[in-house]
């Protein structure tokens, strides 16, 4: 499976984006998805997942009630819906792909390349 992020970019603090995730290949279906950030200086962090069939969300504490993740298995495809950004939001945005919706980094048998989202105060 090979993935590619897109959406990012700046915005201020108090508004949206919606990080798209694009997967090649006709397994897309048979993997959970996640999202996870990176900001300069910082470990990789978890911020959402979600199963195979949608069925099952998870989300960071940080983040909930503000990021929405869904996918259409039809468009081979997870977005992140991010509302209400706050500065400390600032990162790199990565999909992965795996067996099961972890919030470990090392559950994830494949990444997309990351997209930039910077929130201004």
């Known amino acids: 499976v090979q993935l590619q992020a897109s959406g990012g970019g700046l915005v201020q603090a108090g508004g949206s984006l919606r990080l798209s995730c694009a997967a090649s290949?006709?397994?897309?279906?048979?993997?959970?998805m996640g999202w996870f950030r990176q900001a300069p200086g910082k470990e990789r962090e978890f911020v959402a997942a979600?199963?195979?069939?949608?069925?099952?969300?998870s989300y960071a504490d940080s983040v909930k009630g503000r990021f929405t993740i869904s996918r259409e298995n039809a468009k081979n495809t997870v977005y992140l819906q991010v509302n209400s950004l706050k500065p400390e939001d600032t990162a790199v945005y990565y999909c992965?792909?795996?067996?099961?919706?972890?919030?470990?980094?090392?559950?994830?048998?494949?990444w997309g390349q990351g997209t930039l989202v910077t929130v201004s105060s």
């Open positions: 290949g006709r397994t897309f279906s048979r993997y959970a």
């Open positions: 979600i199963s195979w069939s949608g069925g099952s969300t």
């Open positions: 992965a792909a795996g067996a099961t919706g972890t919030t470990w980094p090392r559950g994830y048998d494949y």
